[in-house]
């Protein structure tokens, strides 16, 4: 299975940039695609939402409220993601998890998720 780290996370006034890192280490044979979620101050796990995903083959989708501001990108190489976050606005306050999802050996599916990295936007 797949482990992930994220880290980059803070305070940061709005109108302000942040950078998010999530390392993840297992076997990335297994992985079809990695996101970004956030959960929200308040809301429950079941509430967490996407904000953004990659495929492996480097597509990507965004959440509309973050489209034009975030930026998800991959290393391949370093099995890294990113996510770039632009134009930050007191809404997007909240815990920033890593996931990924794919099929080991190609049968079983599986879900990872990070333990998070807080980021919080001041006005």
């Known amino acids: 299975q797949v482990q992930l780290a994220e880290s980059g996370g803070g305070l940061v006034q709005a109108g302000g940039s942040l950078r998010l890192s999530c390392l993840a280490t297992?076997?990335?044979?297994?992985?079809?695609?990695m996101s970004w979620y956030r959960q929200a101050p308040g809301k429950q796990r079941e509430q967490r939402e996407l904000?953004?995903?990659?495929?492996?083959?480097?597509?990507?989708n965004y959440d509309g409220s973050v489209k034009d501001r975030f930026t998800i990108s991959r290393d391949s190489a370093k099995n890294e993601v990113y996510l770039q976050m632009n134009n930050l606005r007191p809404e997007d306050t909240a815990v920033y998890y890593c996931h990924a999802h794919g099929l080991i050996a190609g049968v079983s599916p599986f879900v990872s998720w990070g333990r998070g990295t807080q980021v919080a936007v001041s006005s």
């Open positions: 297992g076997d990335m044979s297994s992985v079809d695609g």
């Open positions: 904000v953004a995903n990659i495929s492996t083959a480097g597509n990507t």
